[in-house]
């Protein structure tokens, strides 16, 4: 990136709470209620509230001020002793009653932070507010028409905003993956839906007028938006065009952003205090209690992993990073050597998952299966070419390793009946190779160690065959 021009990035994130029921009325949270029930029809968790229907009196769940106290006190933000909602009025056919209930004038909480690791470096981003509000209906748009699901009306989200602390894309991307591994620790949203997460990202150049970008779903696409957005900007300026205050739509398939709007103020919003809600107060011993009950977060288990197994602070990193990666690496600790679960859950099963684009959650792997793999082959019954190929296919077919080695004739270095007669058959049928080995050229003798991985499929790795071919020639 030029080093004369200067970029701000402040980011606004939306997240779908995990509640049982929606945030203003008693209608099932479709976010938890879809996981236990494959197949969700439009409009069939709805009731006269959060359809927006006249003279329906909402009510404000607990359980959403609870999680979301949870998650602004993870994020080590201020909570008010009182706080309200407020409409935010505006005209569309997602919001049926023509404004949103959300806060505006005193949010739930303000003034966190939270800490990146920027290639060896700390940097803190601040946070400037956490409000609750209700997430609107979603509209599905077809060709000549626009359907409306009021499921997701009333799905409690809070936004969490940033101040303009992020300077360039890569960075905005490694804030929102540290902020969802945040709240997958807390288990406060559902971390495998790439929808419950979606942010609003400010961004100008050169002191210039902010451009707001829309709806970027998930954690993968920011840095691809912002780094389009940036380039965009900086091309404008070049040819003399002053960018004006706008919102724009990233547009995934394209990789492009698109002229919405011009920006309106929050001021065009008329902002009104809600008269049908009552006032939240959260109690300080509510607050105090929900702070005791935090779980041990990312940060303060990077620390302990580094002291209490000697990982160096690249390993730990990587296991924290996804928590139910984090906690096999434990479990497998107990069970096998340091070493071993570490570079199995912190690097080979990490790469495998990235390949495939998924998480642990999402593989459908078993925590067992994985500590048996790590097991077998710390007892040498895989060699590491071997026990990598079966846990890629263990991730395609959704096994454990045995079955996997019965379905794919993996060969256990114990069922190869004898290595030495595989090794000497390897030297007899490459006597070039071996009398160059003779004569001193180093090459050869890893050309040997090649054809014997080769001849058994990788069942042997090449220590064990250059200790055996060494054993033989001598
Ligand atoms: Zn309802």
Partial sequence: MSDETTIMIGLETHVQLNSNTKIFCGCPNPVVYQTKNKELKPNTLVCPTCLGLPGSKPRTNKKVVELATKASLAVNCKIADRTFFSRKTYFYPDMSKNFQTTQYEIPLAEKGIVELNIDGKKKTIRIRRIHMEEDPAKLIHEKDFT????????????????????????????YLQKLAMILEYLKVYDSTTEAALKTDANISINGGERVEIKNITGTKEIERALSYEFIRQKNAVKRGVKITQETRQWVPTTGITKALRKKETEADYGYIFEPDLTVIEVEKKTKEKIKKELPELPDEKEKRFIKQYKLTQKMAESLVAEKDIA????????????????????????????????????????????????????????SDVVAEKILRKMVDDKKDSNEIAKKYKFQKLGDLKDISAIVKKVISSNKKATDDYKKGEEKSLNFLVGQVMRETKGAVDANTARKKILEILR
């Fill in 147 to 174: 359907l409306v699901d009021y499921n997701r009306s009333g799905i409690p989200l809070i936004e969490i905003v940033t101040e303009p602390d992020l300077k360039t894309p890569k960075e905005a991307r490694l």
């Fill in 327 to 382: 906690d096999l690496f434990e479990i497998a600790a107990k069970k096998a050597a340091t070493a071993n679960a570490a570079s199995w859950c912190g690097i080979v099963l990490k790469k495998t998952l990235n390949y495939n684009n998924l998480t642990f959650a999402q593989s459908e792997l078993k925590k067992d299966w994985i500590i048996e793999l790590i097991i077998s082959y710390e007892k040498k019954e895989y």
